[in-house]
């Protein structure tokens, strides 16, 4: 029930219209979006101007927002669970692993792990997750936006997990000098190894984004 109250017109979720399960097997009934994913757009785009990656970081932080409001955390934010419509609208999509926010913990096999090189750093341990694991999520994807690639690599899923735990990420004007300070100290903070020093909520995210943009207009005006 949870996942249902989680789906709404205008707040970039794809709505989900029915969870149950038939003869064992679970499955859920979703809106139907047409579009491509985000990774399919980076993909043919490689690195985004950094103001479409700021609108593009604000809509998926809008979704979060309005989805941890209503008590769940989605666990796998990744490129390839967002789709752009025809519009340019943004859409989560895949709470297949969408935990409520009062139940916390995940298991370590599996994919309740998420996506190795997008999870947090308490996923990558099997501890504690709630909406701030989600923001980092989101923090990894912004950075792969303007940047191009990813902050973490490895031969193996283990070894991009320790480095989610261990190694602090390259600042992304290293590899994109024309992005804004204030659009790289979000990313940073969003990407912080401890929640507590992350961002606690979407709407303070939501918040800081749209700073970045309004701050680029000024400076662009001469205001």
């Known amino acids: 029930n949870n996942r249902l109250e989680c789906s709404g017109e205008g707040f970039g979720i794809v709505k989900v219209y029915d969870v149950s399960v038939n003869d064992d097997l679970q499955y859920i009934v979703m809106e139907y979006v047409e579009g491509i994913t985000l990774k399919q757009y980076l993909s043919a785009k490689g690195v985004l101007q950094w103001k479409e990656a700021v609108d593009y970081a604000s809509q998926i932080c809008s979704g979060l927002e309005h989805a941890h409001k209503k008590g769940i955390v ?19 999509t895949d709470f297949g692993i969408a935990k409520a926010l009062n139940q916390g913990t995940i298991t370590t096999g599996g994919l309740t792990m998420g996506s190795v090189h ?10 504690f997750t709630d909406a701030k694991t989600d923001l980092y999520s989101l923090g990894i994807l912004t950075y792969e936006m303007v940047t191009g690639r990813l902050p973490f690599e490895g031969e193996s899923a283990i070894s991009i997990a320790m480095q989610h735990l261990e190694t602090e990420p390259v600042r992304p004007s290293v590899f994109n000098p024309s992005i804004p300070k204030s659009l790289e100290t979000v990313i940073l903070k969003a990407m912080k190894k401890e929640q507590s020093e992350r961002y606690q909520t979407a709407t303070q995210m939501l918040i800081d984004l749209k700073k970045v943009k309004y701050i680029s207009d000024k400076a662009f005006y001469g205001c």
């Not at 997008?118 to 501890?127: K, L």
Request: aromatic fraction near 6%.
């Open 118 to 127: 997008y999870f947090s750093p308490e996923q990558a341990r099997g501890g």
């Open 74 to 92: 989605h666990k796998d934010i990744k490129p390839e669970n967002i789709i752009i419509t025809k519009e340019g609208i943004l859409k989560i």
